[in-house]
């Protein structure tokens, strides 16, 4: 270890006290106008800053200058001692002894860096190294954390497919091909299912302090399954116990069977609920209802029913809703058409060659192509895009197109919002209760069994109330954050967008007032934007 840094020293005469400064060596680097001061600020010895300021920005070679014409005591070899912020390591500074004066020990350098608050982790060569050939004015480290051992985070790798967003394909002629969707994943007993590889656990490290430094916390994985499904002894791997098909929702993976419609659903079969997916060979009547914790296939059309679907609800021909149909899916709902009907995807997207005045929301995407390609009248909202080939009509039918918010937080933010004055008309009531009642007890009045009742019975819900508003208005306050940060979400019009359309990206509205073609709406600046195409 050689000295290549520039350093000082204090030499001490008849006619005062000088400082040596040494030029650096090389590629070294000059003695810090810092060092130099906190060195004699330290030994209280008075100077001119400025001087010595210039002189270290000049000097080229071995150079004196007088500090004072006082001669200060005589020092040894003294250091300074700096840990990092992330107490990862320690360096030590040391300054030569004024001329003539002792060095440290080893065991006085160590000593320094533990007052210095060093307790762990000494680079004993590198010790070794210092005291066999000084090195001054240059930080040297000499302490360093032993790091943790990260872990590894659990992993669980499935063997079907997850990934459900898969579109219908578009043929030559412009139409949909709802026949070959590969949106269910068939399995069969015994198939494989997934695999986990469990997480490993980090080892922590000790920084320079003596104190532990924690390794990231990983993230434990277990595999989660329904009914049907089995897991090997050691717990890692799943494998299906039955012919059927299988999803992943919420982590968790399902094997359903399918229940076969061979006729409508009508009179003749009842409402029908199923643990699995339901497959309707023909059409869905009036009035009637289907509950599916799967998929729902509808080869017919659906007329004014209702159709739940813990997965996806793919109808061939699509819903004639009257103003009364429903489909209502966790997953992507895939319809020939929708007119007149209520459609909301919970976590996925809604695609169709026409919606006509239906109320339609989305997790992600509204697609909307095939040979029509319209959206007219109603309300179509979702988070990211709208697509269609034209919106409105040339009658200038009222059609509202949202995207930006996802629509099942703004339904729960306004759905919540309706319960606070509720909420609160029910509480002034219990409290008017409790004034009357608590002022006849004041007054002296003996009240009945049922009035000491009710009375208990309003101050218990007048708390419950005030509990229920204080969670609201958190949940509010969370809901309008998420609401907020969605700046993003298109509107893309391959055709004509018609006057009397609400655009509406992250609450920036525009309306439509002339007709206009080949457009992209999106939101920037907190404006409603027109890219034409």
Not at 144 to 151: D, L, R, V
Not at 216 to 233: D, F, P, T, Y
Not at 314 to 328: A, E, V
Request: proline share 3%; with cysteine.
């Amino acid at each position: 270890m050689a000295q290549v840094n520039g350093y000082f020293r204090i030499s001490i005469r008849d006619n005062g006290t000088y400082i040596v400064i040494y030029p650096p060596k090389e590629d070294g680097k000059p003695v810090r106008f810092d060092l130099v001061d906190a060195y004699l600020t330290k030994w209280r010895i008075g100077y001119d800053k400025k001087t010595v300021s210039d002189a270290l920005g000049k000097i080229k070679e071995k150079t004196e200058l007088r500090l004072t014409a006082e001669k200060v005591h005589p020092m040894d070899e003294s250091a300074i001692v700096t840990i990092d912020t992330n107490h990862t390591q320690a360096e030590i500074i040391l300054f030569p002894p004024a001329e003539g004066r002792a060095l440290m020990s080893r065991d006085e350098i160590i000593g320094e860096l533990v007052r210095g608050g060093v307790k762990y982790g000494l680079q004993e060569e590198r010790l070794n190294e210092l005291m066999t050939e000084r090195v001054f004015c240059t930080p040297i480290v000499l302490a360093k954390a032993t790091p943790p051992i990260e872990g590894k985070d659990a992993k669980i790798t499935y063997h079907f497919n997850t990934d459900l967003t898969a579109k219908p394909k578009l043929l030559e002629d412009g139409s949909v091909d709802f026949h070959t969707l590969d949106t269910i994943c068939p399995v069969r007993a015994g198939d494989l299912l997934a695999e986990l590889e469990p997480a490993v656990q980090g080892r922590p490290g000790i920084d320079v302090c003596g104190k532990p430094i924690r390794p990231a916390k990983v993230n434990n994985l277990i595999l989660r399954h329904a009914n049907r499904i089995h897991l090997s002894e050691d717990g890692l791997k799943m494998y299906s116990d039955v012919n059927g098909h299988v999803s992943l929702v919420d982590d968790k993976v399902f094997v359903s069977d399918t229940y076969e419609v061979p006729v409508d659903v009508d009179s003749s079969t009842g409402d029908i609920t199923c643990e699995g997916n339901v497959l309707v060979k023909g059409n869905v009547r009036t009035g009637f209802k289907i509950e599916a914790k799967g998929n729902v296939i509808v080869n017919g059309v659906v007329e004014g029913a209702e159709i739940r679907a813990g997965g996806q609800i793919i109808l061939m021909r699509g819903i004639q809703g009257m103003s009364r149909g429903k489909l209502i899916a966790d997953g992507n709902i895939i319809s020939k058409f929708i007119e007149s009907a209520e459609v909301i995807s919970k976590y996925g997207y809604v695609q169709s060659e026409a919606i006509m005045h239906s109320q339609v929301s989305a997790k992600t995407d509204v697609i909307v192509g095939g040979k029509k390609g319209f959206i007219t009248g109603g309300s179509t909202r979702c988070s990211q895009m709208i697509e269609a080939k034209t919106v409105g009509s040339n009658m200038g039918t009222q059609t509202l197109l949202e995207v930006g918010v996802d629509p099942t937080i703004a339904e729960e933010f306004r759905r919540l919002e309706k319960q606070i004055p509720e909420l609160e008309a029910e509480r002034e009531s219990a409290t008017q209760n409790i004034v009357l009642l608590a002022k006849k007890l004041k007054q002296g009045e003996q009240l009945s069994v049922e009035k000491l009742l009710l009375l208990k019975q309003s101050q218990k819900r007048v708390a419950e109330i005030d509990t229920q508003i204080e969670e609201i208005d958190k949940r509010l306050d969370e809901l309008q954050d998420d609401m907020e940060m969605k700046e993003n979400g298109m509107i893309r019009v391959s055709q004509t967008a018609y006057s009397g359309c609400k655009i509406t990206i992250s609450g920036a509205v525009y309306y439509v007032k002339s007709d206009i073609s080949h457009t992209r709406f999106v939101k920037e600046r907190g404006d409603v934007k027109l890219d034409v195409y």
